[in-house]
């Protein structure tokens, strides 16, 4: 049985507005990196079904080769656009992951045990800082109301009670740390990794840079 992923890029050009001073022109390149990562990760598996959630006007901007499905949505809201996402493949699989792409340390460990908990009864969910979610497993059987944002975690949680939907909670450190802020993108530097996000950010930011120069910038 395979395993859809649904990777939400809303807008290229507009994601990661908290970065816009530290990065000017280069947010558009994090962006369409940490896609490229994401992807490299979960093109390993063959068991996963990798869908891009995206607007058109994106797909000028994207690369082209991605081997991935496109599912082109035209909401102005996150969650309404991943609602159209789930009713694309709702016919076609029993469950569903949803991953946010700015998950810098995500690994394979990692894709390999939510690959695992897939094949349970019911749903899962990993915390992210700032009570975030990082990663949700769907039945495709079930409605459940999507609300990504602010404290989103909590509010999933809560979800999972109120239609009575069996869950795991995955705990993981790679999973945990978004890239948001410049204190994510120290966080990043300060973990070399083998990612072409890491080395995108090793580029742009001076190497005698300290968090709070960037939060002074």
Do not use: C
Not at 118 to 130: E, L, N, T
């Amino acid at each position: 049985m395979a395993l859809p992923v649904i990777l939400p890029l809303k807008y290229v050009n507009f994601s990661k507005s908290r970065l816009n001073e530290i990065l000017g022109q280069n947010k558009k390149h994090l962006v369409i990196t940490l896609l490229e990562d994401m992807i490299a990760i979960l093109q390993k598996f063959p068991e996963i079904e990798i869908y891009l959630l995206t607007k058109k006007e994106n797909l000028d901007i994207i690369p082209s080769d991605l081997g991935v499905r496109f599912i082109l949505e035209d909401e102005k809201d996150l969650n309404r656009a991943l609602e159209k996402g789930l009713s694309f493949i709702k016919t076609k699989e029993k469950k569903v992951l949803i991953l946010p792409l700015d998950l810098p340390f995500i690994t394979g460990e990692d894709i390999e045990k939510l690959i695992i908990i897939s094949k349970a009864d019911g749903g899962a969910i990993s915390p992210s800082s700032r009570d975030g979610t990082s990663a949700i497993i769907l039945p495709l059987d079930r409605n459940f109301k999507l609300q990504f944002g602010e404290r989103s975690f909590q509010k999933h949680l809560s979800e999972f009670e109120k239609k009575k939907i069996p869950f795991q909670i995955h705990y993981s450190e790679s999973l945990y740390y978004d890239l948001d802020t410049p204190e994510d993108v120290m966080r990043v530097l300060s973990i070399k990794t083998g990612s072409k996000t890491y080395s995108l950010l090793k580029d742009i930011i001076p190497p005698d840079y300290t968090y709070d120069n960037l939060v002074d910038k």
